[in-house]
């Protein structure tokens, strides 16, 4: 959903963290990538991208913790893209969507 509605890449949104999270928007300045952790962005700037309030709400919910909002170690390191990936490969078959 945090994808759809901002046109963030994967890496953009597996580097967010909690103090990158504001009620009117998220704060992208850096990527998360695999091999050499936090890089700057593509473009290399810092963005302030708007989110609607039920996103904001979403992600407080699902960020019950400090550090990396899209985490499987309670924010000390971002999930993987390959999780990620699997996760949509699955809500897409759900829907019927092979």
Known sequence: MTAAL???????????R???LFKDHIQVDHSWHIRYGMVPTKTKVKA??????????ALMDFASWDGY????????TPCTGNRVTDSLYAALAEIGIP
């Open 6 to 16: 901002t046109g963030c890449r994967q890496g953009e949104l597996l580097s967010l």
């Open 18 to 20: 909690k103090e990158d």
């Open 48 to 57: 302030p991208v708007p989110i609607p309030p039920f996103l904001f709400e």
């Open 69 to 76: 909002l899209f985490s499987f170690s309670n924010g000390e």
